[in-house]
Every structure is written in structure tokens, then in C-alpha cells.
């Protein structure tokens, strides 16, 4: 005999959030990518700011990528392994 307890849709999607409704996942990913993305504006703005600017981005965007994306319930690590390994897949039709 088992017992089954409805649960509402929108408590099983409750999310912790710890400071300014960012997740634990949220804030470590956020403060890699600032401590990655500061020290390279900062080298670099000196060269070229154009040049600063764009590094910046290419260093920080896969820290806020792990962080932020979230698709079909996925994080971003996992539904990218999905993507590609459909994409890698022999069994194409």
C-alpha cells in the first residue's frame, strides 16, 4: 500500500534564494565572473578600451552562463551535453 501526497506546481519549483533573489549557484558563478572580468578590464584598458571590453565579455560570459541559464529545467552544463550530443549523434534521422 503506498501513499501519495499531491504537491502543488508552484512549491515544487521554489527556489532558496539567498541575497536579492539570487541563488547560492547564482552568487558564486556571479563572483567568479567578477573576479575574472575586473583584473582582465583593468590589464587591458590601458592598450585599448574597445579591446578591454570585449575580453571582458569572453572571459565572464561562461562564468554567467553556468550561473543564469536554466532551459527546460536544465542547467546550462547539462542541457548543453544534451545539445551536443544530439548533435554529435549518429543516429540522425
Do not use: H, W
Not at 11 to 16: C, G, H, P, R
Amino acid at each position: 500500500m503506498s501513499i501519495e501526497v499531491r504537491v502543488l506546481e508552484e512549491i515544487a519549483d521554489y527556489k532558496e534564494s539567498i541575497i536579492a533573489g539570487l541563488s547560492i549557484r547564482q552568487l558564486v558563478c556571479g563572483g567568479i565572473a567578477l573576479l575574472c572580468g575586473v583584473p582582465t578590464f583593468l590589464l587591458l584598458k590601458n592598450i585599448n578600451s574597445d579591446l578591454a571590453t570585449y575580453a571582458t565579455m569572453i572571459v565572464t560570459i561562461p562564468a554567467f552562463c553556468l550561473g543564469f541559464i536554466k532551459k527546460d529545467g536544465y542547467n546550462f552544463e547539462t542541457f548543453l551535453k544534451i545539445k551536443l550530443y544530439a548533435f554529435f549523434s549518429k543516429n540522425q534521422f
